[in-house]
């Protein structure tokens, strides 16, 4: 394994003795000027930052902005150690893309968990970066309908959506080790191994979000038994940021048994209805966009309705909509596919029934005029 370079920037030569002496088990860089720190970190693979605000000639601060808008550097973590201990000085080194912060004079056990910390979550963000491009080209390089079938753009949209649900938990790994700093600050105790925990607990959420994703994008075929409430959860999750703005009522019949389907294929389907209606709305200019979703047991029946307040589907071309390349999109907009693909993965591979209807959607005491469609599955 890669021994971790550190490059470390203090006009004092006493400070970086100190610091290369504590951080031993890494190479570290000395430095004691920062214009040649700016060409040392574009020059060397340099994992970590550590930098002296109160600098000669050119400041820690103007340092970590020259270095985030280096494409080569921007995104080498930067650890602020300085002795200012005031909270705009605080700010100041966030906005200028630090990191952390640790005050002078520190505690050697604070700065080589602090080093520790950022080294660790660089390898984490390096592995998921990498565990993210594999199955991004992996969905690429697939050979299935879904490509076949002109559906790049949602494909776009999907790695989009993954990229903002990653980014939440990285927010909060941001906020806990800002929360921390602030309480090193005010004099009180930080637990490094329950911060430790808790940047693990959203390393492992992060994982959990690229596995949902990698299953639902898998080869499997086999039939399994599932919840239908959880193929829509599962269905909402994925299209995450996509349906920010859409209200979700949900009726789900409690006490209904699993059914067995292909769960990504009833996926799929949920996920084309959803995202025709959310089409309807925009296209009518709904500005409360919702839709409501019910499961409920119906004979030898388990139904799934989706219903949206986008105004209907025009009668004249009600019994169309499942045609194959029927659109009334243009042409760089939908294929016409996929609701002839939910109709193929309904009727034909689960002997189940697929409709659609016009019907009034009541929500908060208004009644607006939607599509109602029925998804009908044998249990």
């Known amino acids: 394994?890669?021994?971790?370079?550190?490059?470390?920037?203090?006009?004092?030569?006493?400070?970086?003795?100190?610091?290369?002496?504590?951080?031993?088990?890494?190479?570290?860089?000395?430095?004691?000027?920062?214009?040649e720190a700016l060409k040392i970190a574009d020059m060397e693979d340099i994992d970590l930052i550590i930098l002296d605000i109160m600098m000669p000639d050119i400041d820690g601060f103007e340092?970590?902005?020259?270095?985030?808008?280096?494409?080569?550097?921007?995104?080498?973590?930067?650890?602020?150690?300085?002795?200012?201990?005031?909270?705009?000085?605080i700010e100041?080194?966030?906005?200028?893309?630090?990191?952390?912060?640790?005050?002078?004079?520190?505690?050697?056990?604070e700065l080589v968990a602090r080093v520790s910390t950022q080294l660790d979550l660089v390898d984490k963000t390096h592995n998921l970066e990498k565990l993210i491009s594999t199955q991004v080209q992996q969905l690429r390089d697939k050979d299935t309908l879904l490509i076949e079938q002109s559906k790049k753009a949602e494909m776009g949209q999907m790695i989009a959506t993954i990229a903002h649900q990653l980014k939440q938990p990285l927010n909060v790994i941001?906020?806990?080790?800002?929360?921390?700093?602030?309480?090193?600050?005010?004099?009180?105790?930080?637990?490094?191994?329950?911060?430790?925990?808790?940047?693990?607990?959203?390393?492992?959420?992060?994982?959990?979000?690229?596995?949902?994703?990698?299953?639902?994008?898998?080869?499997?075929?086999?039939?399994?038994?599932?919840?239908?409430?959880?193929?829509?959860?599962?269905?909402?999750?994925?299209?995450?940021?996509?349906?920010?703005?859409?209200?979700?009522?949900?009726?789900?019949?409690k006490d209904l048994k699993k059914i067995k389907v292909y769960p990504n294929e009833i996926i799929q389907c949920v996920m084309n209805i959803i995202k025709n209606a959310q089409d309807n709305q925009d296209e009518n200019k709904i500005t409360k966009k919702v839709i409501k979703i019910s499961i409920y047991d119906e004979g030898a029946y388990q139904v799934i309705t989706i219903h949206d307040n986008g105004g209907g589907v025009p009668k004249e071309i009600q019994d169309k909509i499942f045609e194959n390349y029927f659109t009334t999109k243009s042409e760089d907009a939908g294929t016409g596919i996929g609701l002839h693909l939910v109709k193929q993965i309904i009727e034909d591979k689960h002997n189940g029934e697929v409709y659609?209807?016009?019907?009034?959607?009541?929500?908060?005491?208004?009644?607006?005029?939607g599509a109602k469609f029925v998804i009908k599955l044998k249990k």
């Open 1 to 35: 394994m890669k021994t971790k370079t550190i490059l470390a920037v203090d006009d004092v030569e006493l400070n970086l003795e100190i610091i290369y002496s504590l951080l031993d088990e890494y190479n570290v860089i000395k430095s004691t000027n920062g214009f």
């Open 356 to 369: 659609v209807k016009n019907e009034a959607l009541v929500y908060d005491e208004s009644s607006v005029k």
């Open 174 to 253: 941001a906020a806990m080790m800002s929360g921390a700093i602030i309480n090193d600050m005010i004099g009180e105790d930080i637990d490094i191994d329950e911060l430790g925990t808790k940047v693990q607990d959203e390393i492992k959420f992060m994982s959990e979000t690229i596995d949902m994703y990698r299953t639902f994008f898998s080869n499997n075929q086999d039939k399994k038994e599932i919840l239908l409430e959880k193929i829509i959860e599962d269905t909402l999750n994925i299209l995450g940021g996509n349906i920010l703005n859409i209200t979700f009522i949900k009726e789900y019949q």
């Open 92 to 109: 100041k080194a966030y906005k200028a893309g630090g990191v952390d912060y640790i005050t002078k004079p520190f505690k050697p056990t």
């Open 63 to 89: 340092i970590c902005q020259e270095l985030k808008r280096n494409k080569n550097t921007k995104n080498i973590p930067i650890l602020f150690i300085t002795a200012s201990t005031d909270e705009e000085s």
